[in-house]
């Protein structure tokens, strides 16, 4: 068995595996940007906190074995999968009759809301799961550490790239959203960013399906 954790030769393919996963439209990346265009820095980043966590919890799932019986079980990978979806149609509607009177750059500080949400809305995301069940075990070498190391070292991985790609897209749409909010067109703005959300829920469905 080698001395190194992980099979080195992997590490490239799965740097590249990520990075495409973390920079395809989806359910955190639509939530993160229309968050982050309506409140700012400051509740984007209490967001990616949330779904990072989300994150670490499906990793440690795969770790011990839990995430793979999860996703075999029909029932409750339906009932996740459909929760997943309502959840991002409740937070659309959310946005689209702007219940949360916050300009960009000034959501409040002690407000952890953000962070509970990206958490749920990561945690209902089937399809962060799937990541764990059907993608990471192909990088598994046997030759190297046990299953749960290199699980737990790829995963980590995996946390720090989506914690960099998310961090871009809070800076991005906050500063965005600055911008907008200046003008005439922010409440038709916002409303996109509800459609946009509510389309990430449909198309989570579809492809989940």
């Known amino acids: 068995m080698s001395s190194l954790p992980v ?18 439209p989806g359910p955190n990346m639509g939530y993160l940007a229309a968050l982050s ?15 990072s966590a989300g994150l670490a919890f499906y990793m440690m799932l795969a770790v ?6 999860i996703a075999s079980a029909p029932l409750v990978f339906g009932a996740l999968r459909w929760a997943g979806v ?3 149609l409740y937070l659309a509607w959310e946005a689209w009759r702007g219940a949360r009177e916050t300009s960009p750059g000034h959501a409040r500080d002690f407000d952890n809301a953000p962070f509970w949400r990206g958490l749920l809305a990561n945690l209902l995301n089937p399809k962060a799961m799937v990541f764990y069940v059907a993608l990471l075990p192909s990088f598994i070498a046997a030759d190297h550490a046990p299953f749960w190391v290199q699980a737990l070292v790829l995963g980590c991985v995996h946390l720090a790239i989506s914690l ?18 200046q003008t005439e067109h922010a409440p038709l703005v916002r409303r996109l960013l509800a459609l946009g959300i509510a389309s990430i829920a449909v198309w989570l469905a579809w492809e989940t399906r």
């Open 7 to 24: 099979d080195p030769g992997v590490i490239v393919p799965f740097l590249i595996a990520v990075s495409l996963i973390e920079l395809t």
């Open 37 to 51: 265009a309506a409140e700012g820095r400051v509740a984007g980043f209490k967001a990616v906190l949330g779904v």
């Open 64 to 69: 011990f074995g839990v995430a793979e019986v």
């Open 86 to 88: 309502f959840y991002l």
């Open 164 to 181: 960099i790609v998310h961090s871009l897209i809070v800076v991005g749409a906050a500063r965005a959203g600055a911008l907008i909010v």
